[in-house]
């Protein structure tokens, strides 16, 4: 059976982490991806002889860990896209960036524009033909005064591609580990985590609110510093 961490199931929707470097879905390298791996988790936990219906309503970037919600109904997956696109989904994420952040919290707001050839996003003028409004509001939780790193908390008004990685680099603070646009790091794991998410429940309407923290270790030492 796999390895999965889950946050919370009902008979709607399961709730599990998804560890970093796993893909959201299947795609060309073949690896296990959390789909897969949840709709196995069903079929072993309720011993199911026929195909498992789940339904993907949102993704995490690959290197990205956290909360994954997956509906187990049509129904329930046709009502949470719509929370997706009438943006009732609220997502918090935490991220350990680059350097000394002021002020302590604002909103960052930029056009973005998704350079499909080479699979990243650009800061663009608002006039750029296929540019979307990205826009987050960020919080310092903590900085490390010896390894100059601050820990954020980031709150997704809109979901583009690789908004918050993007984002933060063009504001001077890169994420600690990105790959794609990060300054330092490199060859470490991102430190980009989507810690919490908020929805309506599919059914009863009541509204839910889903934790998942990374384990304090490695970059992410500075949680042992700070309550979330």
């Not at 973005?112 to 050839?117: A, C, I, M, S, T």
């Not at 599919?202 to 304090?216: G, V």
Request: charged share 30%; glycine share 6%; hydrophobic share 35%.
């Amino acid at each position: 059976m796999n390895h999965l961490k889950v946050l919370f199931e009902d008979n709607h929707i399961i709730v599990v982490e998804k560890k970093p470097n796993i893909p959201s879905q299947a795609d060309k390298t073949e690896d296990r991806d959390m789909l897969t791996m949840v709709k196995q988790y069903i079929k072993e936990t309720y011993h199911k002889q026929a195909n498992v219906y789940l339904g993907l309503v949102h993704r995490l970037d690959r290197p990205v860990g956290g909360v994954m919600i997956f509906a187990k109904t049509s129904k329930a997956a046709s009502r949470l896209s719509d929370q997706v696109r009438q943006k009732n989904f609220k997502k918090k994420y935490l991220a350990v960036v680059d350097g000394k952040i002021e002020p302590k919290q604002g909103t960052l707001e930029d056009y973005l524009y998704k350079d499909e050839r080479h699979n990243i996003s650009k800061v663009v003028n608002q006039n750029k033909k296929n540019a979307k409004l990205a826009k987050l509001d960020y919080k310092v939780l903590n900085y490390q005064a010896v390894k100059k790193l601050s820990l954020v908390e980031i709150h997704l008004h809109t979901g583009r591609h690789h908004q918050i990685r993007v984002q933060l680099s063009h504001f001077g603070h890169s994420i600690f580990g990105d790959q794609k646009y990060g300054t330092r790091g490199q060859g470490k794991q991102i430190a980009l985590w989507a810690y919490e998410l908020t929805i309506k429940h599919p059914i009863s309407q009541e509204e839910m609110t889903f934790q998942d923290l990374p384990e304090p270790i490695g970059t992410w030492c500075i949680l042992k510093e700070q309550k979330i």
